[in-house]
């Protein structure tokens, strides 16, 4: 008598889908890319607002077939024991003014994840989320997307006019404003009793316009014109700024789709 259990159909999981991401695959690689979901999602409010940092970060999950952290640092310390987890001995960060930096040469990203907290305790942690961790690490991410569209050639005309800075300042001010509605926010420092440069993670900074002179931009000015589109409002600089941002968006969502179909043709293959 033949079996009446049907035999299962296996079928390609669909594109796009958390299957597809994850199987059929080994236990470890499926744990890394679990893992790497986790993470990705736990990214998503941070990368939703910068085609360049999902871009960095889609070339870093293929490179590491999905495992993020051999690239994207989380620099850790135990104030208990002094020590530090995931930072460069020969270029530390931890403790330091610099909140995340990315290597073009290895392709390391390293972000402060503790260290505010490790000095002045939980009061600090708001602090930190403004200045370090996932922020920060869409940031750094933004300069891998950068370096990607550099070494293919794609870089819009501009690109030698403005630094990376510029631009990353820009995204993180549109950042802010799409999640909490401030386009320049204040430090959630509290009771602490901090010394900075700028009234919040976004300031503006000076720099010497096309012809030559000196002029400030405002980053938060000009992130309110690239996503409004008035870009009648701004200075000179901040116009010609908020132009190259609008047309390197653009290609970088261009590049990562590219990319994504690319890679979805090779494992149908």
Not at 98 to 112: A, D, H, M, Y
Not at 230 to 251: M, S, T
């Amino acid at each position: 008598m033949a079996d009446p259990t049907p035999t299962p159909r296996v079928e390609r999981p669909v594109q796009g889908s958390v299957l597809s991401e994850v199987s059929p695959l080994s236990p470890e690689i499926m744990s890394q890319r679990l893992g790497d979901i986790d993470y990705r999602v736990e990214m998503e409010p941070e990368l939703a607002t910068t085609p360049l940092g999902q871009l960095g970060y889609w070339d870093i999950r293929e490179k590491s077939e999905g495992d993020v952290s051999q690239y994207i640092k989380n620099v850790m310390g135990n104030p208990e024991t002094g020590y530090v987890m995931g930072d460069d001995p020969a270029d530390p960060i931890y403790g330091q003014s610099i909140r995340g930096r990315f290597w073009p040469e290895t392709g390391i990203l390293r972000v402060n994840a503790t260290d505010l907290v490790d000095k002045f305790g939980p009061e600090a942690r708001k602090l930190l989320k403004q200045s370090g961790g996932d922020r920060t690490a869409a940031h750094e991410l933004g300069h891998a997307g950068v370096k990607l569209l550099t070494d293919a050639g794609k870089l819009p005309p501009g690109a030698d006019h403005f630094t990376e800075e510029d631009v990353m300042m820009v995204l993180d001010a549109i950042g802010y404003a799409t999640r909490e509605g401030d386009v320049s926010p204040p430090w959630e420092m509290g009771d602490l009793n901090l010394n900075f440069v700028n009234r919040g993670p976004i300031g503006k900074a000076l720099r010497k316009d096309l012809e030559g002179y000196r002029t400030v931009v405002d980053y938060a000015r000009t992130a309110t014109g690239v996503m409004s589109g008035e870009l009648n409002k701004l200075k000179p600089y901040e116009q010609e700024l908020a132009k190259y941002i609008i047309d390197l968006n653009q290609v970088a969502a261009q590049e990562l789709a590219s990319r994504k179909q690319a890679s979805y043709r090779d494992r149908l293959k």
